[in-house]
C-alpha cells in the first residue's frame, strides 16, 4: 500500500512516548485535535522511521488488535503492523480445517476469512487497512530490537522507531530434524497460507498420506485427506488421539469414528526416520520397530513453539515458554506488550501462569491488550481456557462433528452419551465441576458450558452419573448452578 513506506511525522506533535511514561496515564490525543482526513495526508507525506504503535506479526492476534485500535480512533496514521507473510492478518484455524477441502467440496480461500470473519466481526481486506490508515509492512519479518533506542530492525533494513510495540508473532510449527529427513520433498508443516498452499499441491498428486501427530493439527488434516479419498494413516506416540484434553473412552470413540472413515491408526509408536525414494522424495516412514509406512507425503503436526526471536531481551518464561507478561499484557519493559501465542500470562481463574494456543485467546488478548494501552482500564485479565474443533465437515460428509471445551480438564470424570448424536465429559474435583466438553451440541447447549465452567458448581456426582442422556446431565449441572445462585 501507499502508505508502507511512510511513518509519522514528529513534527506534528505525536511524539514518541519516552520510555519513562507509564502508558495506563498517558493522555488520549484529542479525536478533534486533528481530522482523520488530514492526518492521513500528513501521514503520507513524511517518510520517517518514527511510529507511534507497532504491532509485530500478521495473524488472529495482530488482526484483532488492529480492530481494537480502529475502534478507539486511535489507528488512522499511528498503528504499523509488520507481518513476515504476503497476507493481512487472516482466521488462522482455517488452514488445517476447510483450506484443505479438495476443490469439489468448497474450500475456503482467501480473502474470505480474514480476521475479524471468526467472530461474527468485519472482514479487515488489505483495502480495509488502507481505509483505515494503517500502515502494513508485507513479508519483512523483524530481525532486531534496540530496546534502549525503542527501534526495531527488518529483515530488509528497514529501521522502526516505535512509541509502544505490541509482539504478537505467534508460534511456529515444531519441526523434524533434517537428519532424519524433516525437510525432504514431500513433508510438510502448517502454519501459513503458503504452508497450506503447498500442502494442496502436494494431496492432488498424493496416494499415500501419513499424519504425524495426533493432536488437534493432525486431527483435523487427516479428516481432511478423507475428502480426498487418500490412503491415510496417523502415527502417534501417546496411547491415544488428544491425549492432553480427551479421556481413554472419549479418544477411543473418536478413533472409531476415523476409522470407519478409512483412517489407519497407529499409536504408540516412535518414529526413527523419513526415508526418501530414488529421487529425492519422501517415499515412508520407518518407525522405531523397524517397520515402514509407505508414504509420498507426510504431514507433521507435533506441536509447536513460541516465536520469541529476536525478542528473549524482552523477557521468557522458563516453564510454559513465551515472553512473560502481566495481567494487561505489559512485558517487564515499559512501553512493550505481548499477546496471543508468545505471552505467558497469569491465568487468574486457576491462579497459575499459562501460555495458551488457541484463537480465542488470540482474540481476547489483543483486544484486553489494546484497551488498556489506549485507555483507563486496569481490571486484569480474566480468561476461560476454551478449546474447540470442527472435522469432517466437507460437502457430502456422512457426519460433521465439532466439540468444545471449556474449563480445566483435572480431576475425576463422568462421561454421558454414546457419541451418537452427541457425547459430554464432565471433570469433577473436589466436588466441583471444573471443566466440560461436549461433541455435537446444540447451540443453547455450546452457549450452558462456560456458565458451568467458571463458576464451578458444587455437583453431585452419583446423580450425573445416573443421567440418562447429555440433556439431563447438563440439566443437573445447570441446577447445580442455578442452587449456588441463590444461596
Not at 500500500?1 to 490525543?29: E, V, Y
Not at 508473532?169 to 532424519?180: D, H, L, N, W, Y
Not at 485467546?361 to 494501552?373: D, E, I, N
Not at 446444540?442 to 467458571?454: G, H, I
Amino acid at each position: 500500500m501507499a502508505a508502507a513506506s511512510s511513518s509519522l511525522s514528529l513534527k506534528q506533535g505525536l511524539l514518541l512516548r519516552p520510555s519513562h511514561t507509564n502508558p495506563l496515564t498517558r493522555p488520549r490525543p484529542s479525536s478533534t485535535s486533528l481530522p482523520s482526513r488530514s492526518f492521513r495526508r500528513c501521514y503520507a507525506a513524511f517518510a520517517n522511521e518514527n511510529r507511534e504503535y507497532v504491532i509485530v506479526g500478521g495473524g488472529n492476534a495482530a488482526g484483532y488488535a488492529a480492530r481494537t485500535f480502529v475502534e478507539h480512533g486511535m489507528a488512522d496514521g499511528r498503528l504499523c503492523i509488520v507481518t513476515k507473510e504476503a497476507y493481512a492478518p487472516y482466521e488462522r484455524p482455517a488452514l488445517t480445517k476447510a483450506y484443505l477441502f479438495p476443490p469439489d467440496k468448497k474450500p475456503a480461500r482467501l480473502p474470505g476469512f480474514h480476521t475479524c470473519v471468526g467472530s461474527g466481526g468485519e472482514r479487515q481486506t488489505p483495502e480495509w487497512y488502507q481505509e483505515k490508515g494503517i500502515e502494513m509492512l508485507y513479508q519483512d519479518p523483524v530481525k532486531d530490537i534496540d530496546i534502549e533506542k525503542q527501534t526495531l530492525t527488518t529483515n530488509s533494513g528497514k529501521h522502526l522507531k516505535y512509541g509502544s510495540l505490541i509482539i504478537a508473532t505467534g508460534s511456529s510449527a515444531s519441526r523434524f530434524p533434517e537428519k532424519i529427513g524433516g525437510n525432504l520433498p514431500g513433508v510438510h508443516y502448517i502454519r501459513e497460507v503458503a504452508d497450506a498452499d503447498a500442502l494442496i499441491s502436494s494431496l492432488g498428486k498424493a496416494k499415500k498420506v501419513v499424519v504425524v501427530g495426533g493432536g488437534y493439527i493432525g486431527m483435523e488434516i487427516a479428516a481432511a485427506t478423507v475428502a480426498w479419498k487418500l490412503d491415510t494413516t496417523i502415527i502417534f506416540p501417546e496411547d491415544h488421539l488428544l491425549q492432553r484434553l480427551f479421556t481413554p473412552s472419549l479418544s477411543r470413540r473418536y478413533e472409531e469414528l476415523y476409522q470407519k472413515n478409512g483412517v489407519k491408526i497407529l499409536k504408540g509408536a516412535s518414529i526413527k526416520n523419513l526415508e526418501a525414494g530414488s529421487d529425492g522424495h519422501v517415499a515412508g516412514v520407518k518407525l522405531g520397530d523397524g517397520s515402514v509406512v509407505e508414504a509420498d507425503t507426510v504431514i507433521v503436526g507435533i506441536g509447536a513453539k513460541p516465536a520469541v526471536s529476536p525478542f528473549e531481551r524482552v523477557g521468557l518464561n522458563t516453564e510454559v515458554g513465551g515472553l512473560q507478561v502481566d495481567g494487561q499484557f505489559r512485558t517487564g519493559i515499559r512501553g512493550i506488550f505481548a499477546i496471543g501465542d508468545v505471552a505467558a500470562f497469569p491465568l487468574k481463574i486457576y491462579n497459575r501462569t499459562a501460555r495458551v494456543e488457541h484463537v480465542d485467546h488470540a482474540r481476547r488478548s489483543a483486544q484486553h491488550c489494546v484497551k488498556s494501552l489506549l485507555t483507563a482500564q486496569t481490571h486484569t485479565y480474566d480468561y476461560l481456557p476454551y478449546f474447540y474443533s470442527r472435522v469432517f465437515e466437507y460437502e457430502g460428509s456422512p457426519r460433521k462433528v465439532w466439540w468444545q471445551f471449556f474449563g480445566d480438564n483435572v480431576g475425576e470424570t463422568v462421561e454421558i452419551g454414546n457419541f451418537d448424536p452427541k457425547v459430554a465429559t464432565f471433570w469433577i474435583e473436589s466436588g466441583k465441576l471444573k471443566g466440560v466438553l461436549l461433541e455435537s451440541g446444540s447451540p443453547e447447549e455450546f452457549q450452558l458450558l462456560p456458565k458451568l465452567a467458571r463458576n464451578q458448581p458444587v455437583i453431585d456426582k452419583a446423580k450425573l452419573q445416573s443421567a440418562s442422556s447429555v440433556e439431563e446431565a447438563l440439566d443437573i449441572a445447570w441446577r447445580s448452578l442455578q442452587v449456588e445462585a441463590t444461596v
